[in-house]
Nanobody
Framework: VQLQAFGGGLVQAEGSLRLSCAASERTLSGYSVGWFRQAPGKEREFVAAIKRSGGATLYADSVKGRFTISRDNAKNTVFLQMNSLKPEDTAAYYC???????????????????WGQGTQVTVSS
């Protein structure tokens, strides 16, 4: 499956952005999808994920209560709604997908087989 992440941009602190992860060729409903981010000079970190069946979600502690991951199977898209953004949220955001992800691996980037290109999110103070 080919993934495309978009929706990033420049926003002031406390602002909001909604990222989208769209799939081509295959139906994204058959995949669990995760969002990860990487800031310059830092390692990639898990942000949020949603299971393919049942829609169970998982969030990093740093975004819990501010970010919401959801999926619209009719649009073949997974969204990441980001509210109350902070300067430390600045990073390139990537979406990833996997067909056989188990719950204990949702935050493990190495468990995902497919990755999209990043979309840059910059939060100014």
């Amino acid at each position: 499956v080919q993934l495309q992440a978009f929706g990033g941009g420049l926003v002031q602190a406390e602002g909001s952005l909604r990222l989208s992860c769209a799939a081509s060729e295959r139906t994204l409903s058959g995949y669990s999808v995760g969002w990860f981010r990487q800031a310059p000079g830092k390692e990639r970190e898990f942000v949020a994920a949603i299971k393919r069946s049942g829609g169970a979600t998982l969030y990093a502690d740093s975004v819990k209560g501010r970010f919401t991951i959801s999926r619209d199977n009719a649009k073949n898209t997974v969204f990441l709604q980001m509210n109350s953004l902070k300067p430390e949220d600045t990073a390139a955001y990537y979406c990833a997908a996997d067909q056989s992800l188990i719950r204990s691996s949702m935050s493990n980037g190495n468990a995902y087989d497919y990755w999209g290109q990043g979309t840059q999110v910059t939060v100014s103070s």
